[in-house]
């Protein structure tokens, strides 16, 4: 017997084995496809090879050099969040609850590896003023969900795209956890035709909401809160913003008061109330703490001109960047970084598809907060 052959007989035991410990709303392994279907003589399933091509791509190596609340938190301190740690405790909790409802534990860390990987550099700071420039440049809006799923198809691999499953990518693009939600129940019917739709809508500033297709997906989706939740909270103790007596009570007497309890809590919820059904659901004592905590962290937090105070230098340039950017394309200055270190490794298929403000939207979209600012001060010192 030859060596393929083995290897594949051994994967079909395994394969056999790991079936047997789903639970009956799980996702199956058959039931992936792919917009360009592949011949494959792996020894992996789809959904773990979708893991791996996130996993080794250039999107996955630069979260460790974005913002997650704190701008350049690694500077700082080496023990405060950046998107990298953020995207590695989404996986694990989502895993955690994924192992207890026997649900596909390959299909869940490929949608939680992949789930930010089309965030801009400094969070949602970031993600506000690119937002603002899509629309005055008529791009329709920027969504870093939307983003996510642009690069794993369109940007990846010089523009060839990851080519990973449906389940997958709708999972990336389903995933939004700033929404809260006491419940989640998977849209199972939803096809390619319903992300698009989604697409076209959030781009022309609808306000709607998209269930993931999969249960894996739900699951995802509300591990990104519980993975944010208390972890920013330790963040802002640590850098001094925030005492822990300031927390409020009605949430503190139910999540606990440090990220290990919270964690535990919400974790502990989701199962209990999710076992042996075809949803994802906290009780509602704790969804209702999770919404006064979610409200306590916006408020103090998120939108703290203390944590925040250097916003506005950010947005500007970000927007200084843009424009230096276009202005590149119409000069057609092929020294510009846009197209060292972004076109010139780009396919035909992403150069001729895609206009000049959608490349500066992707090129700025994949920096890391370090690169973009080296990157202004390369425009910003000449002219001082």
């Keep these: 017997?030859?060596?393929?052959?083995?290897?594949?007989?051994?994967?079909?035991?395994?394969?056999?084995?790991?079936?047997?410990?789903?639970?009956?709303?799980?996702?199956?392994?058959?039931?992936?496809?792919?917009?360009?279907?592949?011949?494959?003589?792996?020894?992996?399933?789809?959904?773990?090879?979708?893991?791996?091509?996130?996993?080794?791509?250039?999107?996955?190596?630069?979260y460790q050099g974005k913002t997650q609340v704190v701008y350049f938190a690694n500077l700082v301190d080496e023990e405060m969040s950046n998107r990298s740690l953020h995207t590695t405790y989404v996986s694990q909790i989502s895993r955690t609850i994924g192992k207890l409802l026997g649900l596909n534990l390959d299909l869940i860390e490929a949608i939680a590896l992949g789930h930010d990987i089309g965030h801009p550099p400094f969070g949602h700071d970031g993600e506000e003023v690119l937002n603002q420039l899509c629309e005055e440049h008529n791009i329709g809006q920027f969504h870093h969900n939307i983003e996510s799923l642009h690069i794993v198809d369109n940007i990846s691999k010089g523009g060839e795209g990851l080519n990973l499953s449906f389940q997958v990518r709708d999972g990336i693009i389903s995933h939004d956890g700033e929404v809260h939600n006491q419940k989640l129940k998977p849209e199972h019917n939803k096809t390619e035709k319903d992300i698009q739709r989604f697409i076209a809508y959030k781009k022309a500033g609808k306000n709607i909401e998209m269930m993931p297709a999969t249960l894996e997906g739900c699951v995802v989706r509300i591990s990104d809160t519980i993975a944010y939740i208390g972890q920013d909270i330790e963040d802002a103790i640590r850098f001094g913003f925030l005492s822990r007596k300031e927390l409020p009570k009605k949430s503190t007497d139910v999540l606990g008061n440090n990220n290990s309890d919270i964690i535990g809590s919400l974790v502990?919820?989701?199962?209990?109330?999710?076992?042996?059904?075809?949803?994802?659901?906290f009780d509602y004592e704790t969804s209702e703490a999770l919404y006064n905590l979610k409200k306590f962290n916006y408020e103090r937090i998120y939108t703290s001109t203390q944590i925040k105070k250097a916003k506005c230098v950010i947005q500007r340039g970000i927007r200084i960047m843009f424009q230096k950017y276009l202005s590149d394309?119409?000069?057609?200055?092929?020294?510009?970084?846009?197209y060292k270190h972004f076109l010139n490794h780009k396919n035909d298929r992403y150069i001729y598809n895609f206009n000049n403000a959608e490349k500066v939207r992707d090129f700025i979209a994949t920096m890391t907060d370090r690169y973009f600012n080296e990157e202004l001060k390369n425009f910003l010192l000449p002219i001082i």
């Excluded at 709303?25 to 360009?36: C, D, H, K, P």
């Excluded at 279907?37 to 773990?48: L, M, Q, W």
């Excluded at 502990?268 to 949803?279: E, G, R």
């Design 1 to 62: 017997m030859d060596k393929t052959k083995k290897l594949q007989e051994i994967y079909a035991i395994a394969e056999e084995k790991y079936r047997h410990c789903f639970s009956q709303y799980a996702t199956l392994n058959s039931q992936a496809y792919r917009l360009r279907e592949e011949k494959s003589t792996e020894i992996r399933g789809p959904f773990a090879i979708d893991r791996d091509r996130i996993l080794y791509s250039g999107a996955y190596r630069r």
């Design 268 to 281: 502990k919820s989701v199962v209990l109330n999710s076992h042996n059904n075809d949803f994802v659901c």
């Design 329 to 338: 394309f119409e000069n057609e200055n092929k020294d510009s970084k846009i």
